[in-house]
């Protein structure tokens, strides 16, 4: 196979991972008790938090570092700008959604959806990196980021589909949902493909501004509704599970190796040649 090919496989192998983790729903019971619902939710929260922090904050700290900036600057930039992005979205959610149930899922959708636009774009420029056979990237190299995402977002796509179908959808349509967020990921990675040279110095503000959305959705959304009225710790429970079982899954199975220390080496390589050679491809 040429390089065109095997980089389009692997674009698309995040996405591949988002629909797996959705088609979850499909092994759902139809009555699910108040008290797993909570859990579930708790579960949502978990997952964001930790995509947030480990995912995308860590990793637009580390670009930052690489591309010779203030560290901390494209994080704290882009997290406040995806709060405060978030709570215009939010405002505006309110007076066109009236049912509440409503708001919060799409909100959640919209967060998900938006915080895999920047991972999509992360492959993109390391496949961008591997076409060009200038910049050091090998095959493996790039593949083996894009797997590592994949891994991550199984339970991503099932934090989209499993409440839709607690709230009413069909089986079908809250598969189809899930499977819908993850579509950005492989357009983000072309798109990155052919404008690298521009996507590569706003990544780390796109990381951590996808992150302040999540953040801001967990705490106005889901935070509430883990709760309930009756002030149940079934939530909480479920969300310090999920949150600790995230990063213990990513040592698991090696994924701290497989994406976030190969990303970094991908960085430097790539940051290395744009800014010396002012293009990749």
């Not at 200038?134 to 099932?158: K, S």
């Not at 839709?164 to 493909?193: D, H, Q, R, W």
Request: with cysteine; charged share 15%; aromatic share 10%.
């Amino acid at each position: 196979m040429n390089k065109e090919l095997y980089s389009l496989i692997g674009i698309l192998i995040p996405f591949i991972g988002t629909s797996l983790g959705s088609s979850l729903v499909l092994f759902m019971k139809k009555n699910m008790s108040e008290k797993f619902q909570k859990v579930i939710v708790g579960f949502a929260a978990g997952v964001m938090i930790a995509a947030s922090v480990w995912s995308l904050i860590l990793p637009s700290v580390e670009m930052a570092e690489n591309q010779g900036v203030v560290a901390w600057l494209p994080a704290t930039v882009g997290l406040i700008l995806g709060v405060f992005f978030l709570i215009v979205i939010n405002i505006i959610a309110e007076k066109l959604e009236h049912k509440k149930n409503g708001k919060k899922l799409n909100m959640l959708m919209f967060s998900v959806t938006l915080h895999n636009i920047p991972e999509g774009m992360a492959v993109g420029v390391s496949f961008a990196a591997y076409l060009a056979g200038n910049a050091g990237i090998e095959l493996f190299e790039a593949m083996l980021l894009a797997i590592g995402i994949a891994i991550q977002n199984i339970p991503e796509g099932a934090i989209i589909s499993m409440p839709l179908k607690m709230n009413g959808k069909s089986k079908g349509k809250a598969f189809l949902y899930g499977v819908l967020s993850g579509v950005v990921e492989p357009i983000g990675a072309i798109i990155t493909v052919l404008l690298v040279n521009i996507v590569v110095p706003i990544l780390p503000y796109l990381l951590s501004f996808a992150a302040g959305a999540m953040l801001f959705v967990v705490v106005e959304e889901l935070v509430p509704e883990m709760h309930g009225n009756n002030k149940s710790s079934l939530g909480v429970i479920g969300f310090t599970i999920r949150f600790c079982s995230y990063d213990d899954f990513r040592y698991c199975f090696r994924i701290n190796n497989i994406k976030y220390r190969i990303s970094s080496y991908l960085n430097r390589k790539i940051f290395l040649y744009v800014y010396k050679n002012n293009e990749l491809i």
